[in-house]
T-cell receptor
Framework: KQEVTQIPAALSVPEGENLVLNCSFT??????LQWFRQDPGKGLTSLLLIQSSQREQTSGRLNASLDKSSGRSTLYIAASQPGDSATYLCAVRLAFDTGKLIFGQGTTLQVKP | SAVISQKPSRDICQRGTSLTIQCQVD?????MFWYRQQPGQSLTLIAT?????????ESGFVIDKFPISRPNLTFSTLTVSNMSPEDSSIYLCSGVSGTVYNEQFFGPGTRLTVL
C-alpha cells in the first residue's frame, strides 16, 4: 500500500530564506508526483507536476526534484516571501488509468516578514 | 489549465438531512474525482465520477451515503446523505486534464458543517 510522508509538518522561517520541503513515498512505482499549495479554508493550487521519467521541474522560485528509486521528492522555494505562507501538499499518482492521488499530510509553512 | 468551480462554497446543515454539491469544469477533462478533507487532515479520495455510469468508490465509501452523478464530461454532483457531525469536512472536486501531462486540478472546495 502506497504511503506518502511529508517532513517537517510545520516550518517557520524569516523572509528571504531558501527552504526545502520533503516528501517520501513507499512504493517507487508511481506515474507522476504533484506538488500543491493550499491556503487556509481554500482549495488546492497545482504548483508543479513531475512525470515519473523526469528528475525535476521548475516554475519561478519553485523547483521540485524527484528520485523515484529512493522514493523521495523535494520542493525547493527560493527567497521565501510572506505570501508563500500556506500548506504544501505532495501527492503521487499510482497509474495512468486510475488517476487516483495519494496525499501526504502536508507541510505548513509560515514566512515571517 | 482547467478551471473548476463548486457550489455551494460552504453550508451549515442539520443532522439527518442531505446536501448536493455541484462541480463544473470549464473544459473537458478525462477524469473527475471527489475528495474529502476532514478537519486538520489531508485529502482522501471518495470516488471516481464516471461519465454516464455508476461512480467507482474507494474502500470505506458507499453509494448510499455519497451518491455521485456525472451526466457529461464537464459536470458532476456529490450528495452527502443522512448527514451526521462526522461528515463535517471540506469536499473537493478535481479533474485530470486531457493533455499529455495529465495534470490534476482542484476546485475551491465546499466547506460543510453538520450540526
Amino acid at each position: 500500500k502506497q504511503e506518502v510522508t511529508q517532513i517537517p509538518a510545520a516550518l517557520s522561517v524569516p523572509e528571504g530564506e531558501n527552504l526545502v520541503l520533503n516528501c517520501s513515498f513507499t512504493d517507487s512505482a508511481i506515474y507522476n508526483l504533484q506538488w500543491f499549495r493550499q491556503d487556509p479554508g481554500k482549495g488546492l493550487t497545482s504548483l508543479l507536476l513531475i512525470q515519473s521519467s523526469q528528475r525535476e521541474q521548475t516554475s519561478g522560485r519553485l523547483n521540485a526534484s524527484l528520485d523515484k528509486s529512493s522514493g523521495r521528492s523535494t520542493l525547493y522555494i527560493a527567497a521565501s516571501q510572506p505570501g508563500d505562507s500556506a500548506t504544501y501538499l505532495c501527492a503521487v499518482r499510482l497509474a495512468f488509468d486510475t488517476g487516483k492521488l495519494i496525499f501526504g499530510q502536508g507541510t505548513t509553512l509560515q514566512v515571517k516578514p | 489549465s482547467a478551471v473548476i468551480s463548486q457550489k455551494p462554497s460552504r453550508d451549515i446543515c442539520q443532522r439527518g438531512t442531505s446536501l448536493t454539491i455541484q462541480c463544473q469544469v470549464d473544459s473537458q477533462v478525462t477524469m473527475m474525482f471527489w475528495y474529502r478533507q476532514q478537519p486538520g487532515q489531508s485529502l482522501t479520495l471518495i470516488a471516481t465520477a464516471n461519465q454516464g455510469s455508476e461512480a467507482t468508490y474507494e474502500s470505506g465509501f458507499v453509494i448510499d451515503k455519497f451518491p455521485i452523478s456525472r451526466p457529461n464530461l464537464t459536470f458532476s454532483t456529490l450528495t452527502v446523505s443522512n448527514m451526521s457531525p462526522e461528515d463535517s469536512s471540506i469536499y473537493l472536486c478535481s479533474g485530470v486534464s486531457g493533455t499529455v501531462y495529465n495534470e490534476q486540478f482542484f476546485g475551491p472546495g465546499t466547506r460543510l458543517t453538520v450540526l
